[in-house]
């Protein structure tokens, strides 16, 4: 035996010891964009509700595969009763897509933010997987959650418990994490992390990230640090602030720099910028 054949076995021979989980993330991106296109009717065979009932029925039996994978005991059961439940998680993304039409100025119609924000895209796949994280299902809501960071630069963990008609622009770089408690009609723009101040293992089952509490909205690339911060009500966040404490209902909160513009003629010294 050859030094790269006894290689391979040693790499197969430690991986038969580790517990296999044989979720196939291609399958699992697959569905989560048929389920989207199919609960919005973005393709024309939703227009006819023969086509509409199949197309469910094939949803249906990609989620019992995907849930089998992920080791759910009674797949068809669960199945059925998250098929219950979309009728709900439906009206709260129409809330959501609501809010994104009322406030930014820059979306003309349903269909554009259906087919072309990432921040709704990002909204739907969290509000898919914290169904299935609030059911204890194993892997598959963290395996959507990164597809969605992936495909839109924002991470939401699907174990934060997000509001109604939440809001989020332009979203590239927006960290919520696990224990994040978010309230209705909160906006927030790119760059911003609710995050936690430590990352001990030790506080694991502890409220590690901000409340965020209805109505506050949260500009570009504010971070906002602790379990035991809220920013109350109200409040507005200005961009670029660095957060560790809780902030009072209705408070404005901004950074202040000093730009200072001068002349090339008042300036004599060159500037060079390559790197």
Not at 170 to 175: A, F, L, N
Request: net charge negative; proline share 2%; charged share 25%.
């Amino acid at each position: 035996m050859n030094q790269s054949n006894f290689n391979s076995e040693l790499l197969f021979q430690r991986n038969l010891k580790e517990k296999r989980n044989f979720l196939d993330k291609t399958k699992a991106e697959n569905w989560l964009e048929n389920l989207f296109a199919w609960l919005f009717c973005t393709q024309e065979e939703c227009l006819d509700y023969d086509s509409f009932q199949e197309k469910e029925l094939i949803l249906r039996n990609e989620l019992q595969t995907l849930l089998k994978q992920s080791e759910v005991v009674s797949e068809i059961d669960f199945t059925n009763r998250f098929f219950e439940s979309l009728v709900a998680i439906h009206s709260d993304l129409l809330s959501d897509l609501e809010a994104i039409l009322d406030f930014d100025p820059a979306a003309k119609s349903r269909a554009e933010v259906l087919l072309a924000y990432p921040g709704f895209f990002a909204i739907f796949v969290y509000r898919i997987a914290n169904n299935l994280w609030v059911h204890k299902v194993n892997i598959l809501p963290r395996v959507l959650s990164e597809l969605a960071h992936s495909k839109t630069g924002i991470d939401i963990h699907p174990g934060a418990n997000i509001g109604k008609r939440f809001f989020i622009d332009h979203g590239t770089g927006i960290v919520i994490g696990e224990t994040a408690k978010i309230g209705s009609n909160v906006k927030i723009y790119q760059g911003v992390t609710l995050g936690a101040l430590s990352v001990s293992k030790k506080k694991a089952k502890e409220k590690r990230h901000p409340t965020i509490e209805d109505d506050v909205i949260i500009y570009a690339n504010a971070t906002i640090l602790g379990g035991n911060t809220t920013i109350g009500k109200g409040a507005i966040i200005g961009g670029n602030v660095w957060i560790t404490e809780s902030i009072p209902a209705q408070s404005l909160v901004y950074h202040k720099s000093e730009i200072i513009v001068k002349t090339k003629i008042e300036y004599n010294n060159i500037i060079d910028f390559s790197i």
